[in-house]
């Protein structure tokens, strides 16, 4: 069975960091591009982050430039969000996401991903 596992979610002050970490299980993710995403209360789910398969493209959405990388360990069959610099409207939860396919290029539509995780909570708070 494919499945996606978010975890590192947590609570933190302003200004500190979080990793995230998505592990895959039932099947590797080498071929595999990655997506995170994130839903708040309320609102839409919205594109954090993609990787291709290879690592060797990623991009982020403009409110995380500069503050959230995205990684790959293929040996690990994981995926990582590191997010430094948080902010009280990075508060929501996050998902992973996972589409079988080489192509570089990738975008942050959700509808683009075939599989999903069920999610961590990030709350951003002092």
């Known amino acids: 069975q494919l499945q996606l596992v978010e975890s590192g979610g947590g609570l933190v002050q302003p200004g500190g960091s979080l990793r995230l970490s998505c592990a895959a299980s039932g099947f590797t993710l080498d071929y595999y591009a990655i997506g995170w995403f994130r839903q708040a209360p309320g609102k839409e789910r919205e594109g954090v982050s993609y990787?291709?398969?290879?690592?060797?493209?990623?991009n982020y959405a403009d409110s995380v430039k500069g503050r959230f990388t995205i990684s790959r360990d293929n040996a690990k069959n994981t995926v990582y969000l590191q997010m430094n610099g948080l902010k009280a409207e990075d508060t929501a939860v996050y998902y992973c996401?996972?589409?079988?396919?080489?192509?570089?290029?990738?975008?942050?539509?959700?509808?683009?991903?075939?599989?999903w995780g069920q999610g961590t909570q990030v709350t951003v708070s002092s």
């Open positions: 990787i291709s398969s290879s690592g060797e493209k990623t």
């Open positions: 996401a996972a589409r079988r396919t080489r192509i570089v290029a990738g975008t942050l539509v959700p509808a683009w991903y075939d599989y």
